[in-house]
């Protein structure tokens, strides 16, 4: 990167430092991003780095709910995040017909324009980036797609900085976990009490949880687990801890109908995750599970065969990465 480009990479991973909430995140990089690419909105969405499932979601002056799934739909049955891994990791898509690089729809009514950026970065993929310019406005150039191209890993950079930089800390949710039902029109059929909370939670802009407003990580885990002829899952990165979503396909006359468990993230389920996001190596992650098993220093050091000291040194390593001071913290934030 040169010039510009170079400039905006280092200010992203700024922004991505001071950002608190998804919706400053998204508006950070967006303004950041605006200086080389103008844009009229936005959809910024997170991955689940294992499970390729949505995990955090904002937009601005973006596309509606029904749009945002019939396109996601058509990219998962265009392996859109495979062919962007492979090369090049941006795509635009025009408006009115027109010939498009990236999968087989056009952009919705009231956009002439969309440039989509992959946020990948170490052949993983962290989320992606939809910037779309207004109907009548000027169409994306191979020159601003160049420029988005090599701002593409500076976002993936940014947006997983901003989840390692959550420190690992317990849940401060008190909800119990909720089930909710969502059948095949992406509409909640039924729900437990506690899963109407959680919803609007994932979804506070939102002024219903049963009709288009649907959380977008919600539905995400329940249309991958209908794709996926079972079961799918989510882990949710929140200031007040995660939030693990699992979405199982239901056997029943309702074809297409999901439960979705929402509760705090276990620490078994969230381990991989994080150890992902928070860059935790091999070594690291086996001393991280005799940890969890509650095992001291020494048998840790005998099971792995490693001297205590350099036990010692692979948690403090940890430490550093989650944010903790001590064992204790490292336990609790991932009881």
Aim: charged share 25%.
């Amino acid at each position: 990167m040169t010039g510009g480009v170079e400039t905006i990479g280092r200010a992203l991973l700024g922004e991505a430092t001071d950002a608190v909430t998804v919706p400053d995140l998204g508006r950070a990089l967006s303004d950041e991003l605006g200086r080389l690419v103008p844009h009229d909105g936005y959809v910024l969405a997170g991955l689940d780095p294992l499970a390729r499932a949505s995990c955090l979601f904002t937009k601005e002056h973006g596309y509606n709910e029904v749009s945002e799934r019939r396109m996601a739909v058509a990219d998962a049955e265009a392996h859109d995040v495979e062919r962007l891994l492979a090369g090049s990791r941006v795509g635009i898509r025009v408006g009115h017909g027109h010939r498009v690089r990236l999968g087989n729809v056009t952009v919705p009514e009231g956009f002439g324009g969309e440039l989509r950026i992959a946020l990948t970065q170490a052949r993983v993929a962290w989320g992606g980036l939809i910037l779309v310019r207004e109907k009548g406005s000027s169409p994306f150039s191979a020159d601003e797609a160049a420029d988005a191209d090599a701002l593409a890993q500076p976002l993936a950079a940014a947006l997983r900085r901003f989840v390692a930089g959550m420190p690992l800390r317990p849940s401060r949710y008190s909800l119990s976990p909720g089930v909710a039902v969502v059948g095949a029109d992406d509409k909640v059929t039924s729900a437990t009490p506690s899963a109407h909370e959680w919803m609007r939670l994932l979804a506070p802009e939102a002024t219903t949880t049963d009709e288009g407003d649907l959380a977008a990580t919600v539905w995400n885990v329940a249309h991958l687990a209908r794709r996926a002829g079972g079961q799918a899952l989510s882990r949710i990165p929140t200031r007040d801890g995660w939030i693990a979503l699992h979405g199982q396909l239901l056997e029943g006359p309702e074809a297409g109908a999901v439960a979705v468990t929402i509760q705090p993230a276990p620490g078994r389920t969230l381990l991989p995750a994080v150890s992902v996001w928070y860059g935790i190596t091999t070594r690291e992650r086996a001393v991280l599970e005799e940890v969890l098993e509650g095992l001291p220093t020494k048998h840790i050091a005998r099971r792995l065969d490693l001297s205590p000291h350099t036990v010692n040194d692979h948690l403090k390593a940890i430490y550093r990465k989650t944010g903790v001071n001590s064992r204790e913290e490292l336990l609790t934030g991932l009881a």
